[in-house]
């Protein structure tokens, strides 16, 4: 059975959870992390000396870190040829989505929006550097948006591996207390997304644990 280190409401958790949950694997989810602890203990270093979620162990003694390099162990061990293509064309077009989400939607928007809206106290919160930071998303936002205007996933017609990069990050972003540019295609999307029952169990999970 998987282990997965990490609380649920750590983004980078729920990305590797959606993943789980969506290949329809067993797993057990341990607790670690902010509120929770047990990143600084010896045996958890040894397993990442990072001292962060996620952390994934599966058999054979696989021990793995960094939620980009868990997807896609998981979508190699156990995904079918739909979720993570074998041919190299196909699967580098996935795995340029998935990228991509990685580098230039979380980048521009976990730290510089998320952590100030929601983890930053309201008299700490910098408006200016926000606006200036979501005006940066949506530049990222618009790709997404031209791309899901002529394709039902973000890598073409299939849900892949690209769309829990992406996805796993869209239920914050349209929920949190922000001005947001309507994005038709990219709306509708996120809202198939949550017509999923694994994105509803293990993405739409409260972050007012996390909030300042
Ligand atoms: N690049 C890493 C980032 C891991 C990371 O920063 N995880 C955060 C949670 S999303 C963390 O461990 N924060 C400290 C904590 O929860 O105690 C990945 O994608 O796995």
């Not at 031209?146 to 073409?156: D, F, N």
Request: neutral net charge; glycine residues 6%; proline residues 3%.
């Amino acid at each position: 059975m998987l282990e997965i280190y990490g609380r649920s409401d750590s983004s980078n958790v729920q990305a590797v959870m959606w993943c789980v949950a969506e290949l329809g694997l067993e797993y057990v989810r341990y607790d670690i992390g902010h509120r929770f602890g047990g990143t600084n203990t010896k045996e958890f270093i040894d397993m990442n000396p990072n001292q962060t979620v996620p952390v994934l162990r599966d058999k054979d003694g696989l021990t793995l870190w960094e939620s980009g390099a868990i997807l896609r162990y998981l979508a190699n061990q156990y995904g079918d040829d739909r979720f993570w293509p074998k041919s190299p064309n196909l699967r580098a077009n996935v795995d340029k989505w998935a990228e991509w989400s990685k580098v230039s939607v979380a980048i521009n928007f976990t730290i510089p929006i998320f952590w100030e809206v929601v983890r930053t106290p309201k008299e700490q919160q910098n408006s200016q550097l926000i606006d200036k930071a979501i005006k940066a998303l949506e530049v990222k936002l618009s790709i997404a948006d031209y791309q899901l205007a002529k394709h039902r996933y973000l890598a073409g017609d299939n849900f892949t591996l690209a769309d829990i990069q992406l996805g796993h990050m869209l239920y914050r972003y349209f929920d949190i207390d922000i001005e947001r540019k309507k994005f038709h295609h990219l709306g509708l999307y996120y809202k198939r997304l949550c017509e999923r029952p694994m994105y509803s169990k293990h993405v739409l999970v409260s972050y007012e644990a996390l909030r300042a």
